[in-house]
C-alpha cells in the first residue's frame, strides 16, 4: 500500500507487482469466456492433484511445478473476480473480516 511520508506518497514493491499482476491477468485471461476460465481453473486442480499422486512424489520434486500451477491458478481466479466485479484485494479483504 501506498504511504504518506512527509506529504508525499511512497509505493513499496509490492504495489507495483500487484499493478503488475492485474495488467498481465487482463493481457492473458482479458477477453475468454467465464466458463473457459472455469475449466481452466479446473484443470489446474486436477493438475496439481496429480501432482500429489505418491508415484509422482517418489520419482520427482514437484515443487516448481505446483508453484506454477498455484501461480496460474491465482491468475485465472483473479480474472473471473474482475469478470464478476471484483478485485484480488477487495477478496482478500472480504475474507480478512
Known amino acids: 500500500m501506498p504511504q504518506l511520508i512527509k506529504g508525499q506518497m511512497r509505493f ?6 500487484m499493478t503488475d499482476f492485474n495488467e498481465k491477468v487482463q493481457n492473458q485471461f482479458g477477453s475468454t469466456p467465464s466458463d473457459t476460465l472455469h475449466t ?8 496439481q492433484l ?7 512424489t517418489e520419482r520427482f520434486d514437484t515443487q516448481t511445478n505446483i508453484k ?3 501461480r ?10 474482475k469478470k464478476e466485479g471484483y478485485t484480488l ?3 482478500i479483504h472480504s475474507f480478512i473480516q
Open 50 to 56: 496429480l501432482l500429489k499422486e505418491i508415484e509422482i
Open 12 to 17: 513499496t514493491d509490492d504495489d507495483y507487482a
Open 72 to 81: 496460474k491458478s491465482l491468475s485465472i481466479l483473479s480474472a473471473i473476480a
Open 40 to 47: 481452466l481453473l479446473k484443470e489446474e486442480l486436477s493438475y
Open 89 to 91: 484485494t477487495e477478496l
Open 68 to 70: 506454477m500451477s498455484l
